[in-house]
């Protein structure tokens, strides 16, 4: 699985646009993974974007997780679903998850993410790296020392997030990252399609350059 730029979708921070219109936006900037992440609106709306944003993962070959619903993951043929450490247990997602269905954990510190990959995570979403606006509960900065060490410590994906840029970007891929999550970074800003490039490009000469 490639994690290299996952796109988390947020209409509270976009500028306007829909779930599914980030998404296709971001898509064609270059996304590798798209998240949906609503934890306000209602179940409907969140399957009818589900939906529609599943099937254009599905046609452009990027992968399509939910955000903590587990139901609505499903319900959509999801490719997974990503669950924080308040949500329900992973074990229980796994029981009830068909076979090759991703499960990815929120971790924001090495017990946690230690915890996640015994526990059989598909990949760590590890953060927040940086001070964020984007996520009221994104808890404290755990920084790169730390990021550093948990790729040291387990063998699974580690998808950095929190306050990741263009301009942090390449520490964070030294860091070791396997992927950077944005939020903000991408789906608020004026051209979503041109942000996503840019940051996929700066990802893309990074790998190339041999660095990882």
Partial sequence: MQYDLYVVTDEGLSRGLTHCEQARQAIAGGADVIQLRDKKCDCDYLLRCAMEMREDCKKAGVMFIVNDRLDVALQCQADGVHIGQGDMPLKFARKVAPKG?????????LEEALTAEQDGAEYIGFGPV???????????????????????????????????????????????????????????????????????????????????
């Avoid at 269905?101 to 510190?109: D, K, L, P, R």
């Fill in 101 to 109: 269905f991703i499960i990815g954990v929120s971790a924001g510190t």
């Fill in 130 to 212: 940086f001070t964020t606006c984007s996520k009221d509960d994104a808890g404290p900065v755990c920084g790169l020392d730390l990021l550093r060490e948990v790729k040291r410590r387990v063998s699974i994906p580690v998808v950095a997030i929190g306050g990741i840029n263009a301009a942090n970007a390449p520490d964070v891929l030294a860091a070791g990252a396997d992927g950077l999550a944005v939020i903000s970074a991408v789906i608020s800003q004026a051209d979503v399609t041109a942000a996503a490039r840019n940051l996929k490009a700066i990802i893309t000469q990074y790998r190339l350059s041999g660095r990882q």
